[in-house]
Protein backbone atom coordinates (compact mmCIF):
# COMPACT_ATOMS: atom_id res chain seq x y z
CA UNK A 1 0.00 0.00 0.00
CA UNK A 2 1.11 3.29 -1.52
CA UNK A 3 1.95 6.34 1.55
CA UNK A 4 -0.46 8.43 1.04
CA UNK A 5 2.29 11.42 2.66
CA UNK A 6 4.83 10.71 0.36
CA UNK A 7 5.42 13.73 -2.23
CA UNK A 8 3.32 15.96 0.37
CA UNK A 9 5.10 19.24 1.16
CA UNK A 10 4.95 20.89 4.11
CA UNK A 11 5.13 24.63 4.83
CA UNK A 12 6.06 25.37 1.65
CA UNK A 13 9.52 23.56 2.22
CA UNK A 14 9.65 19.76 3.00
CA UNK A 15 8.76 17.22 0.61
CA UNK A 16 8.67 13.75 2.03
CA UNK A 17 10.47 11.58 -0.18
CA UNK A 18 10.41 7.83 1.94
CA UNK A 19 9.47 6.31 5.23
CA UNK A 20 12.38 5.87 7.27
CA UNK A 21 11.05 3.94 10.41
CA UNK A 22 8.11 4.30 13.05
CA UNK A 23 7.61 3.73 16.63
CA UNK A 24 5.38 4.63 19.88
CA UNK A 25 6.17 7.99 19.35
CA UNK A 26 5.73 9.01 15.75
CA UNK A 27 7.34 8.24 11.86
CA UNK A 28 10.37 9.66 10.23
CA UNK A 29 10.40 10.36 6.68
CA UNK A 30 13.19 11.25 4.27
CA UNK A 31 12.46 14.90 3.19
CA UNK A 32 14.16 17.52 0.65
CA UNK A 33 14.96 20.91 1.55
CA UNK A 34 12.96 22.69 -1.43
CA UNK A 35 14.06 26.17 0.02
CA UNK A 36 17.50 24.87 0.25
CA UNK A 37 18.15 23.05 -3.19
CA UNK A 38 16.90 19.91 -2.33
CA UNK A 39 19.01 19.17 0.71
CA UNK A 40 18.30 16.08 2.20
CA UNK A 41 16.80 15.93 5.94
CA UNK A 42 14.72 13.69 8.20
CA UNK A 43 11.33 14.88 9.36
CA UNK A 44 9.78 13.83 12.41
CA UNK A 45 6.01 13.45 12.99
CA UNK A 46 4.06 13.00 16.07
CA UNK A 47 1.66 9.66 15.97
CA UNK A 48 -1.68 10.74 15.86
CA UNK A 49 -2.49 8.59 18.47
CA UNK A 50 -0.56 11.04 20.61
CA UNK A 51 -2.25 13.96 19.83
CA UNK A 52 -3.11 15.61 23.29
CA UNK A 53 -1.66 18.89 25.04
CA UNK A 54 0.69 16.51 27.22
CA UNK A 55 2.45 14.42 24.41
CA UNK A 56 2.41 17.71 22.24
CA UNK A 57 4.00 19.56 25.07
CA UNK A 58 6.57 16.98 25.32
CA UNK A 59 7.72 16.44 21.72
CA UNK A 60 7.93 20.15 21.54
CA UNK A 61 10.44 19.82 24.55
CA UNK A 62 12.23 16.99 22.64
CA UNK A 63 13.13 19.37 19.44
CA UNK A 64 13.76 22.41 21.52
CA UNK A 65 16.26 19.71 23.60
CA UNK A 66 18.22 18.48 20.38
CA UNK A 67 17.92 21.43 19.03
CA UNK A 68 20.37 23.10 21.65
CA UNK A 69 22.28 20.09 22.01
CA UNK A 70 23.11 19.46 18.90
CA UNK A 71 24.46 22.97 18.28
CA UNK A 72 26.80 22.31 21.39
CA UNK A 73 28.17 18.47 20.60
CA UNK A 74 28.56 16.31 17.17
CA UNK A 75 27.71 13.93 18.83
CA UNK A 76 23.96 14.48 19.24
CA UNK A 77 21.12 14.28 16.15
CA UNK A 78 20.75 18.17 15.11
CA UNK A 79 17.44 19.87 15.04
CA UNK A 80 16.83 22.54 12.66
CA UNK A 81 13.57 23.29 11.98
CA UNK A 82 9.56 22.50 14.15
CA UNK A 83 6.48 23.59 13.22
CA UNK A 84 2.73 22.12 12.29
CA UNK A 85 1.24 21.03 9.17
CA UNK A 86 -2.42 21.52 8.00
CA UNK A 87 -4.15 18.64 10.03
CA UNK A 88 -2.59 20.21 13.50
CA UNK A 89 -0.31 17.80 13.53
CA UNK A 90 3.26 18.67 15.29
CA UNK A 91 6.68 17.57 13.60
CA UNK A 92 10.28 18.86 13.75
CA UNK A 93 13.15 18.36 11.06
CA UNK A 94 16.78 17.38 11.87
CA UNK A 95 19.75 16.38 10.07
CA UNK A 96 19.23 13.02 7.86
CA UNK A 97 21.56 10.43 9.09
CA UNK A 98 22.85 7.76 6.93
CA UNK A 99 24.55 4.58 8.16
CA UNK A 100 23.67 1.68 10.72
CA UNK A 101 22.31 1.60 14.55
CA UNK A 102 24.69 0.63 16.87
CA UNK A 103 22.36 -2.72 17.63
CA UNK A 104 22.83 -3.71 13.74
CA UNK A 105 26.66 -3.74 14.28
CA UNK A 106 26.60 -5.58 17.70
CA UNK A 107 24.21 -8.17 16.43
CA UNK A 108 26.76 -8.62 13.46
CA UNK A 109 29.68 -9.62 16.11
CA UNK A 110 30.50 -7.84 19.32
CA UNK A 111 33.22 -5.27 18.82
CA UNK A 112 36.72 -4.93 18.64
CA UNK A 113 38.78 -2.42 21.04
CA UNK A 114 39.44 0.11 18.57
CA UNK A 115 36.29 0.52 17.69
CA UNK A 116 34.53 -0.04 21.48
CA UNK A 117 36.85 2.75 22.33
CA UNK A 118 36.40 4.57 19.58
CA UNK A 119 32.43 4.50 19.62
CA UNK A 120 32.15 4.63 23.57
CA UNK A 121 33.81 7.76 23.93
CA UNK A 122 31.84 9.21 21.30
CA UNK A 123 28.66 8.44 22.90
CA UNK A 124 30.04 9.43 26.23
CA UNK A 125 30.87 13.34 25.12
CA UNK A 126 27.34 13.47 23.78
CA UNK A 127 26.37 11.83 27.10
CA UNK A 128 28.33 14.78 28.58
CA UNK A 129 26.84 17.13 27.06
CA UNK A 130 23.06 16.65 27.47
CA UNK A 131 23.94 16.26 31.24
CA UNK A 132 25.96 19.52 31.35
CA UNK A 133 22.62 21.21 30.71
CA UNK A 134 20.16 23.44 28.17
CA UNK A 135 19.19 27.06 29.08
CA UNK A 136 15.80 27.09 30.06
CA UNK A 137 14.02 30.53 31.27
CA UNK A 138 17.43 31.23 31.98
CA UNK A 139 19.08 28.76 34.11
CA UNK A 140 21.23 25.97 33.08
CA UNK A 141 19.04 22.62 33.07
CA UNK A 142 21.05 19.35 32.80
CA UNK A 143 19.08 16.75 30.72
CA UNK A 144 18.71 12.96 31.54
CA UNK A 145 18.45 10.85 28.38
CA UNK A 146 16.43 7.44 29.91
CA UNK A 147 16.80 5.43 26.86
CA UNK A 148 20.25 4.80 26.54
CA UNK A 149 20.80 1.56 24.40
CA UNK A 150 22.10 0.73 21.02
CA UNK A 151 18.93 1.15 18.87
CA UNK A 152 19.06 4.63 19.88
CA UNK A 153 22.90 5.41 18.41
CA UNK A 154 23.46 6.00 14.81
CA UNK A 155 27.08 5.40 13.53
CA UNK A 156 27.51 7.25 10.28
CA UNK A 157 30.53 7.78 7.83
CA UNK A 158 32.19 11.20 8.32
CA UNK A 159 35.11 12.82 5.64
CA UNK A 160 37.17 14.21 9.03
CA UNK A 161 35.71 11.35 11.93
CA UNK A 162 35.64 8.64 9.99
CA UNK A 163 33.09 6.63 11.94
CA UNK A 164 30.78 9.10 13.54
CA UNK A 165 28.38 7.93 16.80
CA UNK A 166 24.87 10.16 17.51
CA UNK A 167 23.11 9.82 20.30
CA UNK A 168 19.28 9.86 19.03
CA UNK A 169 15.89 10.10 20.61
CA UNK A 170 14.97 12.07 23.56
CA UNK A 171 11.88 11.89 23.58
CA UNK A 172 11.38 10.68 26.78
CA UNK A 173 14.32 12.63 27.79
CA UNK A 174 14.49 14.89 31.50
CA UNK A 175 15.13 18.11 31.90
CA UNK A 176 16.23 18.43 36.14
CA UNK A 177 14.72 21.10 37.40
CA UNK A 178 13.83 22.15 41.25
CA UNK A 179 10.22 22.40 42.25
CA UNK A 180 9.44 20.51 38.61
CA UNK A 181 5.81 20.03 39.22
CA UNK A 182 5.09 17.99 36.09
CA UNK A 183 7.41 14.66 37.82
CA UNK A 184 6.20 11.46 36.94
CA UNK A 185 6.66 8.18 39.11
CA UNK A 186 5.92 6.07 36.36
CA UNK A 187 8.64 3.79 34.58
CA UNK A 188 9.61 5.43 31.58
CA UNK A 189 12.72 3.46 29.36
CA UNK A 190 13.81 0.20 27.70
CA UNK A 191 13.68 -2.87 30.44
CA UNK A 192 16.80 -4.68 29.78
CA UNK A 193 18.90 -0.68 30.22
CA UNK A 194 16.99 1.21 32.60
CA UNK A 195 18.60 1.37 35.75
CA UNK A 196 17.30 0.24 38.98
CA UNK A 197 16.22 3.69 40.58
CA UNK A 198 14.43 4.42 36.84
CA UNK A 199 12.62 0.74 37.47
CA UNK A 200 11.46 2.25 40.85
CA UNK A 201 10.33 5.51 39.59
CA UNK A 202 12.79 7.71 41.35
CA UNK A 203 14.40 10.97 40.54
CA UNK A 204 17.11 10.30 38.22
CA UNK A 205 20.25 11.75 37.45
CA UNK A 206 23.44 11.68 35.23
CA UNK A 207 24.49 8.51 37.22
CA UNK A 208 21.01 6.40 35.35
CA UNK A 209 22.47 7.43 32.25
CA UNK A 210 25.83 5.81 33.00
CA UNK A 211 23.82 2.47 34.32
CA UNK A 212 22.38 2.18 30.60
CA UNK A 213 25.68 2.95 29.05
CA UNK A 214 27.33 0.01 31.07
CA UNK A 215 24.82 -2.33 30.17
CA UNK A 216 25.66 -0.90 25.97
CA UNK A 217 29.16 -1.09 26.62
CA UNK A 218 28.93 -4.79 28.12
CA UNK A 219 26.70 -5.60 25.09
CA UNK A 220 29.21 -4.11 22.51
CA UNK A 221 32.53 -5.96 23.71
CA UNK A 222 30.49 -9.48 24.18
CA UNK A 223 27.48 -9.57 22.04
CA UNK A 224 25.44 -10.05 24.89
CA UNK A 225 23.29 -9.02 27.67
CA UNK A 226 25.04 -8.64 31.25
CA UNK A 227 21.88 -9.78 32.27
CA UNK A 228 19.18 -12.02 32.08
CA UNK A 229 15.57 -11.60 33.40
CA UNK A 230 13.41 -15.06 34.13
CA UNK A 231 10.34 -13.30 31.82
CA UNK A 232 10.59 -10.21 29.30
CA UNK A 233 8.27 -8.38 32.07
CA UNK A 234 8.42 -5.38 33.82
CA UNK A 235 8.93 -7.79 37.61
CA UNK A 236 11.21 -10.14 35.36
CA UNK A 237 13.66 -7.52 34.84
CA UNK A 238 12.80 -5.53 38.16
CA UNK A 239 14.44 -8.47 39.82
CA UNK A 240 17.03 -9.28 37.34
CA UNK A 241 18.47 -5.18 37.75
CA UNK A 242 18.26 -5.65 41.92
CA UNK A 243 19.08 -8.43 42.96
CA UNK A 244 21.07 -10.78 39.89
CA UNK A 245 24.58 -10.22 39.75
CA UNK A 246 25.76 -9.22 36.09
CA UNK A 247 27.90 -11.40 34.52
CA UNK A 248 31.57 -10.99 34.19
CA UNK A 249 33.00 -10.71 30.72
CA UNK A 250 34.64 -14.08 30.08
CA UNK A 251 31.05 -15.80 31.61
CA UNK A 252 28.94 -13.75 28.57
CA UNK A 253 31.63 -14.37 25.78
CA UNK A 254 34.76 -16.48 26.47
CA UNK A 255 36.54 -15.17 23.42
CA UNK A 256 36.89 -11.62 24.63
CA UNK A 257 39.96 -10.27 25.86
CA UNK A 258 40.15 -6.44 27.65
CA UNK A 259 42.30 -5.27 29.73
CA UNK A 260 41.50 -6.12 33.74
CA UNK A 261 41.42 -1.98 33.98
CA UNK A 262 38.53 -2.02 31.20
CA UNK A 263 36.15 -4.67 32.49
CA UNK A 264 36.31 -3.23 36.09
CA UNK A 265 35.26 0.56 34.41
CA UNK A 266 32.43 -1.64 32.41
CA UNK A 267 31.25 -3.16 35.89
CA UNK A 268 31.54 -0.12 37.98
CA UNK A 269 29.01 1.67 35.94
CA UNK A 270 26.73 -1.65 36.37
CA UNK A 271 26.80 -0.78 40.36
CA UNK A 272 23.30 -1.60 41.75
CA UNK A 273 23.36 1.89 44.16
CA UNK A 274 24.17 5.49 42.04
CA UNK A 275 26.42 6.02 44.37
CA UNK A 276 28.92 2.75 43.88
CA UNK A 277 29.15 4.30 40.16
CA UNK A 278 31.47 6.76 38.40
CA UNK A 279 29.48 9.76 39.06
CA UNK A 280 29.85 11.59 36.31
CA UNK A 281 30.10 10.66 32.50
CA UNK A 282 33.76 12.51 32.58
CA UNK A 283 34.86 9.87 34.83
CA UNK A 284 33.34 7.35 32.75
CA UNK A 285 35.73 9.44 29.15
CA UNK A 286 38.84 9.98 32.02
CA UNK A 287 39.24 6.13 32.75
CA UNK A 288 39.04 5.41 28.92
CA UNK A 289 41.57 8.12 28.22
CA UNK A 290 44.54 5.24 28.74
CA UNK A 291 42.82 2.93 26.53
CA UNK A 292 42.00 5.33 24.06
CA UNK A 293 45.50 6.58 23.58
CA UNK A 294 46.83 2.77 23.73
CA UNK A 295 44.19 1.09 21.30
CA UNK A 296 41.61 3.26 20.10
CA UNK A 297 42.28 6.90 18.26
CA UNK A 298 45.73 6.09 17.08
CA UNK A 299 44.94 3.13 15.18
CA UNK A 300 41.82 4.60 13.72
CA UNK A 301 43.81 7.85 12.50
CA UNK A 302 46.43 5.40 11.21
CA UNK A 303 43.51 3.55 9.18
CA UNK A 304 42.28 6.31 7.66
CA UNK A 305 45.17 8.24 6.90
CA UNK A 306 46.24 5.79 4.44
CA UNK A 307 43.37 6.64 1.65
CA UNK A 308 44.24 10.47 2.44
CA UNK A 309 47.61 10.02 1.81
CA UNK A 310 47.59 8.53 -1.62
CA UNK A 311 44.82 11.42 -2.59
CA UNK A 312 47.59 14.30 -2.30
CA UNK A 313 49.89 16.11 -4.66
CA UNK A 314 53.11 16.45 -4.81
CA UNK A 315 53.88 19.99 -5.55
CA UNK A 316 57.20 20.30 -8.30
CA UNK A 317 59.36 23.20 -7.62
CA UNK A 318 58.89 26.41 -9.79
CA UNK A 319 60.41 27.13 -12.79
CA UNK A 320 62.37 30.01 -11.12
CA UNK A 321 62.37 29.70 -6.91
CA UNK A 322 61.59 33.06 -5.96
CA UNK A 323 57.98 33.87 -5.17
CA UNK A 324 55.71 36.85 -5.39
CA UNK A 325 55.68 38.83 -2.11
CA UNK A 326 52.58 40.37 -0.85
CA UNK A 327 54.83 43.18 0.18
CA UNK A 328 58.07 43.72 2.51
CA UNK A 329 56.92 42.03 5.36
CA UNK A 330 59.01 38.73 4.44
CA UNK A 331 61.95 40.25 3.63
CA UNK A 332 61.44 42.79 6.78
CA UNK A 333 61.22 39.62 8.71
CA UNK A 334 63.43 38.76 12.13
CA UNK A 335 63.26 35.73 13.96
CA UNK A 336 61.09 36.57 17.13
CA UNK A 337 63.63 36.75 20.38
CA UNK A 338 61.24 34.74 21.93
CA UNK A 339 61.95 31.58 20.18
CA UNK A 340 65.25 29.57 20.42
CA UNK A 341 67.78 29.71 17.88
CA UNK A 342 68.22 26.40 16.56
CA UNK A 343 66.57 24.05 13.43
CA UNK A 344 63.13 24.33 14.41
CA UNK A 345 59.73 25.19 12.76
CA UNK A 346 56.30 26.80 14.03
CA UNK A 347 53.32 28.28 12.43
CA UNK A 348 52.68 31.76 12.43
CA UNK A 349 49.34 34.05 11.12
CA UNK A 350 50.85 37.50 9.47
CA UNK A 351 49.26 40.40 8.00
CA UNK A 352 50.16 41.49 4.90
CA UNK A 353 48.51 44.00 2.54
CA UNK A 354 47.11 41.23 0.90
CA UNK A 355 45.33 40.35 4.06
CA UNK A 356 46.59 37.90 6.51
CA UNK A 357 48.22 35.08 5.42
CA UNK A 358 49.22 31.36 7.34
CA UNK A 359 53.12 30.96 7.34
CA UNK A 360 55.75 28.19 8.47
CA UNK A 361 58.73 30.22 10.04
CA UNK A 362 61.99 27.17 9.58
CA UNK A 363 64.81 27.92 11.34
CA UNK A 364 68.21 25.60 9.64
CA UNK A 365 71.67 25.78 8.69
CA UNK A 366 72.59 28.20 6.24
CA UNK A 367 73.59 25.25 3.94
CA UNK A 368 70.72 23.37 4.43
CA UNK A 369 68.73 26.61 3.18
CA UNK A 370 70.47 26.69 0.18
CA UNK A 371 69.55 23.36 -0.71
CA UNK A 372 66.12 23.73 0.22
CA UNK A 373 65.70 26.93 -2.25
CA UNK A 374 64.82 24.46 -5.34
CA UNK A 375 62.71 21.46 -4.13
CA UNK A 376 59.84 19.55 -4.47
CA UNK A 377 56.95 20.41 -1.60
CA UNK A 378 54.72 18.35 0.03
CA UNK A 379 52.46 18.61 2.70
CA UNK A 380 50.01 16.25 4.74
CA UNK A 381 47.48 16.95 7.43
CA UNK A 382 46.04 14.65 10.02
CA UNK A 383 42.88 15.55 12.77
CA UNK A 384 42.12 14.26 15.77
CA UNK A 385 39.38 15.17 17.59
CA UNK A 386 39.94 13.41 20.78
CA UNK A 387 41.56 13.15 23.62
CA UNK A 388 42.01 17.03 22.88
CA UNK A 389 40.90 18.13 19.15
CA UNK A 390 44.21 18.66 17.21
CA UNK A 391 45.73 19.30 13.82
CA UNK A 392 48.84 18.17 12.47
CA UNK A 393 50.93 19.70 9.75
CA UNK A 394 53.03 18.67 7.51
CA UNK A 395 55.61 20.01 5.07
CA UNK A 396 58.09 18.00 3.23
CA UNK A 397 60.79 19.67 1.66
CA UNK A 398 62.20 17.04 -0.68
CA UNK A 399 65.40 17.72 -2.87
CA UNK A 400 66.47 14.01 -4.78
CA UNK A 401 70.44 15.04 -3.91
CA UNK A 402 69.81 16.05 -0.81
CA UNK A 403 67.11 13.86 0.46
CA UNK A 404 64.09 15.04 2.65
CA UNK A 405 63.41 17.83 5.01
CA UNK A 406 60.72 16.85 7.24
CA UNK A 407 58.52 20.50 9.06
CA UNK A 408 56.04 18.81 11.47
CA UNK A 409 53.71 21.47 13.09
CA UNK A 410 50.79 20.74 15.55
CA UNK A 411 47.51 23.24 15.95
CA UNK A 412 45.71 23.52 19.13
CA UNK A 413 42.47 23.64 17.74
CA UNK A 414 41.10 24.76 20.56
CA UNK A 415 42.44 28.08 20.85
CA UNK A 416 41.90 31.06 18.69
CA UNK A 417 45.43 31.46 17.51
CA UNK A 418 45.12 27.38 15.79
CA UNK A 419 41.58 27.81 14.58
CA UNK A 420 43.01 31.11 12.83
CA UNK A 421 45.33 29.01 11.20
CA UNK A 422 43.71 25.93 10.22
CA UNK A 423 40.88 28.64 8.90
CA UNK A 424 43.66 30.38 6.96
CA UNK A 425 45.00 27.33 5.24
CA UNK A 426 41.72 26.29 3.92
CA UNK A 427 40.56 29.70 2.72
CA UNK A 428 43.60 30.69 0.88
CA UNK A 429 44.57 27.26 -0.49
CA UNK A 430 48.20 27.97 0.30
CA UNK A 431 50.74 28.82 2.58
CA UNK A 432 54.26 30.52 2.88
CA UNK A 433 57.76 28.67 4.06
CA UNK A 434 59.90 31.13 5.46
CA UNK A 435 63.55 30.16 5.83
CA UNK A 436 65.79 31.44 8.60
CA UNK A 437 69.15 30.83 8.93
CA UNK A 438 70.29 30.01 12.53
CA UNK A 439 74.26 32.27 11.67
CA UNK A 440 72.37 34.93 10.55
CA UNK A 441 68.26 35.20 12.05
CA UNK A 442 68.33 38.82 11.61
CA UNK A 443 66.57 38.08 8.37
CA UNK A 444 64.49 35.61 6.45
CA UNK A 445 66.75 34.50 3.58
CA UNK A 446 64.11 32.64 1.57
CA UNK A 447 60.33 32.29 1.31
CA UNK A 448 58.43 29.35 -0.47
CA UNK A 449 54.98 29.23 -1.35
CA UNK A 450 53.42 25.65 -0.83
CA UNK A 451 49.78 24.93 -2.36
CA UNK A 452 47.32 22.67 -0.31
CA UNK A 453 45.13 20.25 -2.83
CA UNK A 454 41.31 21.90 -2.60
CA UNK A 455 40.02 18.12 -1.16
CA UNK A 456 42.09 18.91 1.88
CA UNK A 457 41.21 22.51 2.24
CA UNK A 458 37.56 21.40 2.38
CA UNK A 459 38.97 18.77 4.84
CA UNK A 460 40.94 21.13 6.21
CA UNK A 461 37.62 23.36 6.95
CA UNK A 462 35.25 20.70 8.32
CA UNK A 463 38.29 19.91 10.97
CA UNK A 464 37.91 22.85 12.28
CA UNK A 465 34.48 23.10 12.97
CA UNK A 466 34.96 19.31 14.94
CA UNK A 467 37.90 21.04 16.82
CA UNK A 468 35.65 23.53 18.36
CA UNK A 469 32.80 21.46 18.71
CA UNK A 470 34.59 18.27 20.30
CA UNK A 471 35.40 18.48 24.00
CA UNK A 472 38.73 17.99 25.46
CA UNK A 473 39.34 15.35 27.78
CA UNK A 474 42.86 15.52 28.08
CA UNK A 475 46.25 17.88 27.37
CA UNK A 476 47.01 19.47 24.19
CA UNK A 477 50.51 17.35 24.51
CA UNK A 478 48.32 13.63 24.72
CA UNK A 479 46.98 14.35 21.09
CA UNK A 480 50.19 15.76 19.94
CA UNK A 481 52.53 12.86 21.10
CA UNK A 482 49.83 10.75 19.29
CA UNK A 483 49.63 12.72 16.18
CA UNK A 484 53.97 12.52 15.90
CA UNK A 485 53.55 8.79 16.14
CA UNK A 486 51.20 8.57 13.10
CA UNK A 487 54.05 10.93 11.42
CA UNK A 488 56.23 8.65 12.01
CA UNK A 489 54.62 6.26 10.61
CA UNK A 490 54.08 7.78 7.35
CA UNK A 491 57.54 9.01 6.70
CA UNK A 492 58.61 6.06 4.96
CA UNK A 493 55.18 5.93 2.81
CA UNK A 494 55.84 9.70 2.07
CA UNK A 495 59.65 9.70 1.48
CA UNK A 496 58.80 6.53 -1.35
CA UNK A 497 56.23 8.62 -3.23
CA UNK A 498 58.60 11.33 -3.06
CA UNK A 499 61.29 9.50 -4.82
CA UNK A 500 59.23 7.92 -6.88
CA UNK A 501 57.78 11.41 -8.40
CA UNK A 502 54.26 10.80 -7.92
Not at 123 to 134: C, D, R, S, Y
Not at 144 to 158: Q, T
Request: glycine share 8%; with cysteine; aromatic share 6%.
Amino acid sequence: MTDPNIGRVLIDRYQLVELLGQGAMGRVYGAKDILLGGVPVAIKFLAQTLLNQRMRDRFEREATTCAQLGQRSIHIVRVTDYGVDENEVPFYVMEHLKGHGLGELIMQQPLKLPKFLNFSRQIGLGLQTAHQGIIIDGKVCPIVHRDIKPSNIMVCRDDSLGELAKVLDFGIAKTMQENDANQTNCFMGTLAYASPEQMEGQELDARSDIYSMGVMMFQMLTGRMPLNAETHTFGGWYKAHHHHSPRTLVEANPAVKVPKALETLVMGCLAKHPGDRPQAISEVLKALEPFDQRFGSGREIGRRIGDVLSKVPIIEPPSTPSVVMPEDVFRLATWPSNQPIGEICFPNAIRTSQGMLATLWVMLSRQDVQKRKTCTRYNQFLFTPSPHPTLAWLTVLYNPKHGARWLPSYLDLKTSQGQKIARLLSETGQYHVMMFAKEDPGKCSDVLTVPIDPAMCTLLKDWVTAGQMAPSVAQFSVSRSLLKTEIDTLKPKILQKLEAGF
